[in-house]
């Protein structure tokens, strides 16, 4: 990805959907640069938490439970914009506390971080963490779905870097996808010519969802407001948008970006596609009127590797229709001209295997593969802690799938809001709609 050209095509409108026009670069303001400090096979990595929420927090209790068995970690800091939460996560794991995340990317004994706070801050925080000379875990998904150009620059930044990405799609831990992708590789189905993954679940990120901490907070010395907008249409402090910021479109994008990242990514991976060279996206808020994003969306991706690929899903109701697995959800079909691959439980060990379904016409033989494991959020992490001691940047989930999942995820958003299809210029790297 990064040694595409970077070019811009003035005869085409480039579509770029931020409340304030904020180019990129202003984005990603330069700060100061931290020396890069290597990491050894023997050396104990510390990690420092931006983001103290629900997923900061199950990371913290991941990694502490990896510690105890034996892994060379030390849970070091602790970041937040709400101070009572921070100290909440600093007290149970002893961490230092800090309430900017500048402050923690300069402590000398943090290694890596996990950044685990609101969509729209993911990217700036991880760049501010590279040029600070960490590696990053950052969860899902890479970038809001109004960032398109921060999701270039920032990816483009990453990559050219010598630090190690991972992206929080810990359903890429999963064999299962790994063996599919190699099945594919050797043609087992053939030229690849659709396929089709999705997410059900009931949710509707209100009060069951991201309970209100404490419904009488001011913004003050205990909880920073600016620094939770950051690049966010600038508003007047709001509680539920505070502590609910899922249901909210400066923040979030329902399901296209909170979930679909799961299913679209280990997609994508297996059959070893770029981006959409086309999108379309449908949808609405379907049974949760309190909310501004989705509840419902579905899309369409039109590859240049000749290949459709549809994804589908809803908040409203969580039966997934054909076999799930993980976090994945709704287990991907990969077809091809000889055939499909999906996951299916084997009828007699009631076990998950791969199942290869020939095409009619196919002189292929039905065939299942066992599956040894399953996704795991610690297996996820060792395998970044790996890469970091052998510098290794090729993770489960790198930075330059992050940029092929997140661009389509992008483009059927716009798409949706536009009524339009998003187009993807390969040469330029831009999306117009």
Same mark, same amino acid.
């Given at each position: 990805?990064?040694?595409?050209?970077?070019?811009?095509?003035?005869?085409?409108?480039?579509?770029?959907?931020?409340?304030?026009?904020?180019?990129?670069?202003?984005?990603?303001?330069?700060?100061?640069?931290?020396?890069?400090?290597?990491?050894?096979?023997?050396?104990?990595?510390?990690?420092?938490?931006?983001?103290?929420?629900?997923?900061?927090?199950?990371?913290?209790?991941?990694?502490?439970?990896?510690?105890?068995?034996?892994?060379?970690?030390?849970?070091?800091?602790?970041?937040?914009?709400?101070?009572?939460?921070?100290?909440?996560?600093?007290?149970?794991?002893?961490?230092?506390?800090?309430?900017?995340?500048?402050?923690?990317?300069?402590?000398?004994?943090?290694?890596?971080?996990?950044?685990?706070?609101?969509?729209?801050?993911?990217?700036?925080?991880?760049?501010?963490?590279?040029?600070?000379?960490?590696?990053?875990?950052?969860?899902?998904?890479?970038?809001?779905?109004?960032?398109?150009?921060?999701?270039?620059?920032?990816?483009?930044?990453?990559?050219?870097?010598?630090?190690?990405?991972?992206?929080?799609?810990?359903?890429?831990?999963? !064999?299962?996808?790994?063996?599919? =992708?190699? #099945?594919?590789?050797? &043609?087992?189905?053939? $030229?690849?010519? @659709? *396929?089709?993954?999705?997410?059900?679940?009931?949710?509707?990120?209100?009060?069951?969802?991201?309970?209100?901490?404490?419904?009488?907070?001011?913004?003050?010395?205990?909880?920073?407001?600016?620094?939770?907008?950051?690049?966010?249409?600038?508003?007047?402090?709001?509680?539920?948008?505070?502590?609910?910021?899922?249901?909210?479109?400066?923040?979030?994008?329902?399901?296209?970006?909170?979930?679909?990242?799961?299913?679209?990514?280990?997609?994508?991976?297996?059959?070893?596609?770029?981006?959409?060279?086309?999108?379309?996206?449908?949808?609405?808020?379907?049974?949760?009127?309190?909310?501004?994003?989705?509840?419902?969306?579905?899309?369409?991706?039109?590859? !240049?590797?000749?290949?459709?690929? =549809?994804? #589908?899903?809803?908040? &409203?109701?969580?039966? $997934?229709?054909? @076999? *799930?697995?993980?976090?994945?959800?709704?287990?991907?079909?990969?077809?091809?001209?000889?055939?499909?691959?999906?996951?299916?439980?084997?009828?007699?060990?009631?076990?998950?295997?791969?199942?290869?379904?020939?095409?009619?016409?196919?002189?292929?033989?039905?065939?299942?593969?066992?599956?040894?494991?399953?996704?795991?959020?610690?297996?996820?992490?060792?395998?970044?802690?790996?890469?970091?001691?052998?510098?290794?940047?090729?993770?489960?989930?790198?930075?330059?799938?992050?940029?092929?999942?997140?661009?389509?995820?992008?483009?059927?958003?716009?798409?949706?809001?536009?009524?339009?299809?998003?187009?993807?210029?390969?040469?330029?790297?831009?999306?117009?709609?």
């Amino acid at each position: 990805m990064n040694n595409e050209p970077n070019r811009e095509n003035p005869t085409r409108r480039t579509f770029i959907y931020t409340a304030g026009a904020i180019a990129a670069g202003a984005m990603l303001p330069q700060g100061k640069a931290f020396a890069a400090t290597p990491t050894g096979a023997n050396d104990r990595i510390g990690v420092g938490f931006i983001g103290c929420g629900g997923r900061g927090s199950h990371h913290a209790k991941e990694l502490a439970g990896l510690r105890e068995r034996g892994e060379s970690i030390e849970l070091v800091a602790a970041c937040d914009t709400y101070r009572p939460r921070m100290s909440k996560l600093a007290a149970q794991y002893k961490l230092k506390e800090y309430f900017d995340h500048h402050e923690l990317l300069a402590d000398k004994n943090v290694d890596v971080v996990c950044v685990a706070t609101p969509d729209h801050t993911h990217a700036p925080q991880a760049v501010d963490a590279v040029r600070a000379g960490k590696d990053v875990y950052c969860e899902k998904p890479f970038t809001h779905w109004r960032q398109i150009e921060l999701t270039k620059a920032a990816c483009d930044e990453i990559g050219a870097s010598d630090r190690v990405f991972q992206l929080g799609t810990q359903g890429m831990s999963d !064999p299962a996808w790994h063996a599919m =992708a190699k #099945l594919v590789k050797d &043609g087992l189905i053939g $030229q690849p010519i @659709h *396929a089709e993954c999705g997410y059900f679940r009931v949710g509707d990120w209100g009060e069951r969802g991201m309970p209100v901490d404490d419904p009488n907070v001011k913004p003050g010395k205990d909880l920073n407001w600016d620094a939770f907008l950051g690049d966010a249409p600038k508003r007047d402090f709001d509680v539920s948008r505070y502590f609910r910021w899922r249901m909210y479109e400066d923040y979030s994008g329902g399901p296209v970006t909170d979930l679909f990242p799961h299913s679209l990514t280990p997609t994508v991976f297996m059959l070893g596609i770029g981006v959409p060279a086309q999108a379309v996206g449908i949808g609405g808020i379907y049974r949760y009127p309190e909310r501004e994003v989705p509840d419902t969306f579905n899309m369409l991706l039109d590859y !240049p590797e000749k290949l459709t690929l =549809a994804v #589908l899903g809803t908040q &409203g109701n969580d039966l $997934q229709g054909a @076999h *799930a697995r993980g976090s994945g959800g709704r287990c991907p079909h990969l077809r091809g001209w000889d055939g499909t691959l999906t996951v299916a439980p084997d009828p007699e060990t009631k076990q998950d295997a791969i199942v290869f379904t020939p095409a009619d016409g196919s002189k292929k033989n039905a065939e299942r593969f066992p599956i040894d494991g399953r996704e795991s959020v610690p297996e996820h992490w060792k395998d970044l802690f790996a890469c970091m001691r052998s510098r290794d940047k090729n993770t489960n989930s790198p930075i330059g799938l992050a940029y092929r999942v997140q661009t389509a995820l992008q483009m059927a958003a716009h798409a949706a809001r536009n009524g339009k299809t998003a187009k993807y210029d390969a040469q330029a790297r831009t999306v117009a709609v």
